[in-house]
């Protein structure tokens, strides 16, 4: 690894918390960046030629607070503060410096600077391109690649968002643990809205794809600050195991694979390990949340060597908690595909029929709707499921998906015709 | 005589990697690995799980808490390697070794990723004698 690619990746894996910090210092969003954009142009003079320092973030942040204050300074004309140069040469200013921001500070800074992205004001496109930009440090331009919008839109959209949270203002004092566990409640869900935009990315959209890999950086840096909280765990467990199986998704053309007809061995067991880890942790703690719910779901069919192994009871139990903590039509209708599986598909199109009206829009209900029907052989009423989801396809790969059953069923309606 | 080579790094960024910069890395290890593994000298390799994934039994208080350990006025002293269905299990193991020798603490970190390396001295020999293939052959 050269030494330019371990500062590109020393700057990004400092960016939250020096970010976080700075903003603490100064208490305008601006003003943080800018420092830290500061810093990080000194930290390319700087490290290149001195080598890098014992710790990259508290670098940064000292580096970026000293020149924000420079600059105040140099306008009243007083004495610079000293230069980074002889700064990073003494290990002895940089030790209190890292003890002086000590874990707990660290932790409501981070937590502040994501939690400010997630204001309730702002729709969820709007947090999620915020965070990104603020937290992650991605371009502009690599963010509206990932929404597939102009860079001037995506300039403006952050713009404004930002001008929204600048009104609303920052509470700063540090949180009692009620708010911090509201606070911790957003975060983890704008963590997963960011997953899910890249979760759910075609097969060659590799710059929303990367939006994934991102949410699961932003879930280690929030298990980090929060190395008890079993949600959080979860949290990460959750995205680490759906993330596993992205190369076994979709087949040679783009289309989507199921999870049944999936290669296992393209399944990324190292991912998978470290999903199971966590989720054996959080198990412990005895409290269950719906991240760790959905995580344990996924770990069922991580466990399972074949299809045919997975265990669907636990999972129907599994969605049986979830649907208790969080009552929604569309956690009723995946559970009905367990119950499909344990108690055959008459017991779960009964359970998904009355959910007709609330997910008539919805096009996993007409999908999973035609399954069940073309599992009970009626043909003509799973043709019309099939029709009304292909209509409500988000993707090519979800209507080519349809559109394979579709085909099947005229296939063999011709077929027994002709016969 | 034997060593345990014990790697350090920034967590934070080698976590950070990207698959790409990740597996230049693997690769660049395994030549140096192939190399040692030939002369039969490199034996288990072992990377572990980020430190979030661990757990840690503080054997006289009989106190679990996430996270690894973190003290730093003690030693590493030794090490195990168990294979067993699930952290509870592991944690079994390290309570019953607690009681066989109480004081400090025991850390569980799963294992990421395990290879084995070039046969022990005891497993070479009896290669040896099954596959009656001269010594020094492997």
Not at chain 1, 153 to 182: L, N, W, Y
Not at chain 1, 303 to 312: H, I, L, N
Not at chain 2, 62 to 84: H, S
Request: hydrophobic fraction near 45%; charged fraction near 25%; include cysteine.
């Amino acid at each position: 690894m050269t030494d330019q690619v371990w500062i590109e990746n020393a700057l990004t894996t400092s960016r939250p918390q020096a970010v976080a910090a700075l903003l603490r210092y100064f208490r305008d969003l601006d003003a943080a960046e800018e420092a830290y954009q500061e810093a990080c142009l000194r930290a390319l003079r700087n490290w290149t030629i001195n080598g890098p320092p014992r710790d990259p973030t508290a670098w940064l942040i000292m580096v970026g607070r000293n020149a924000a204050l420079d600059a105040v300074r140099k306008r009243s004309k007083q004495a610079p503060m000293p230069d980074e140069a002889q700064v990073s040469d003494l290990e002895d200013v940089e030790t209190p410096m890292v003890e002086r921001l000590d874990h707990s500070q660290y932790r409501d800074d981070v937590l502040r600077l994501m939690f400010i992205c997630c204001h309730p004001d702002l729709p969820a496109t709007q947090q999620i391109a915020l965070a990104l930009r603020i937290v992650s440090g991605l371009t502009v331009k690599q963010i509206a690649r990932a929404f597939l919008v102009g860079e001037a839109a995506m300039e403006q959209r952050i713009t404004r968002a930002k001008a929204k949270v600048a009104d609303a203002g920052v509470a700063f004092e540090t949180p009692g643990a009620v708010e911090r566990s509201e606070r911790l409640a957003a975060v983890m869900q704008m963590v997963y809205l960011v997953f899910n935009e890249g979760y759910s990315a075609g097969p060659k959209d590799d710059a929303r794809a990367d939006l994934a890999d991102e949410a699961i950086r932003l879930g280690r840096l929030l298990l980090r600050m929060f190395q008890t909280e079993p949600e959080v765990m979860g949290l990460l467990a959750l995205m680490l195991l759906q993330h596993s199986r992205s190369e076994a998704r979709f087949d040679a053309q783009g289309e989507t694979v199921l999870l049944e007809d999936q290669d296992r061995s393209l399944w990324r067991g190292m991912l998978i390990q470290e999903g199971l880890a966590l989720i054996d942790k959080a198990l412990r703690h005895k409290k269950t949340g719906v991240y760790l719910v959905q995580a344990a779901i996924a770990a069922m069919h991580a466990r399972a060597k074949r299809f045919e192994d997975t265990d669907w009871a636990s999972i129907d139990a599994l969605y049986a908690t979830l649907e208790r903590l969080q009552p929604s039509p569309v956690v009723t209708l995946n559970r009905a595909v367990a119950v499909s599986k344990t108690r055959g598909p008459q017991a779960a199109l009964d359970m998904i029929e009355p959910l007709a009206e609330r997910l008539s829009a919805y096009f996993h209900f007409h999908g999973a709707r035609g399954w069940l029907l073309l599992l009970l052989d009626r043909r003509r009423e799973a043709r019309e499921s099939f029709d009304r989801a292909i209509g409500l396809a988000n993707t090519a790969a979800e209507a080519a998906h349809i559109r394979m059953h579709i085909d099947r069923l005229i296939a063999e309606s011709e077929k027994s015709k002709g016969a | 005589m034997m060593y345990a080579v014990l790697c350090y790094n920034n967590e934070e960024m080698v976590c950070g990697w990207s698959k790409e910069q990740d597996a230049a890395v693997m690769a660049d290890l395994s030549r140096v690995h192939d190399k040692w593994e030939a002369a039969g000298k490199l034996k288990p390799a072992i990377r572990l799980l980020p430190t979030s994934a661990a757990t840690t039994l503080h054997k006289q208080k009989d106190l679990v808490i996430d996270g690894p350990y973190a003290e730093t006025k003690e030693a590493l002293l030794g090490f195990y390697i168990i294979d067993v269905e699930n952290l509870e299990e592991g944690l079994s193991f390290a309570r019953e070794l607690g009681k066989a020798n109480p004081g400090g603490a025991y850390e569980l970190r799963p294992i990421q990723l395990y290879l084995p390396g070039s046969p022990t001295d005891g497993v070479y020999s009896q290669g040896v004698m099954q596959d009656h293939a001269p010594a020094g052959s492997r």
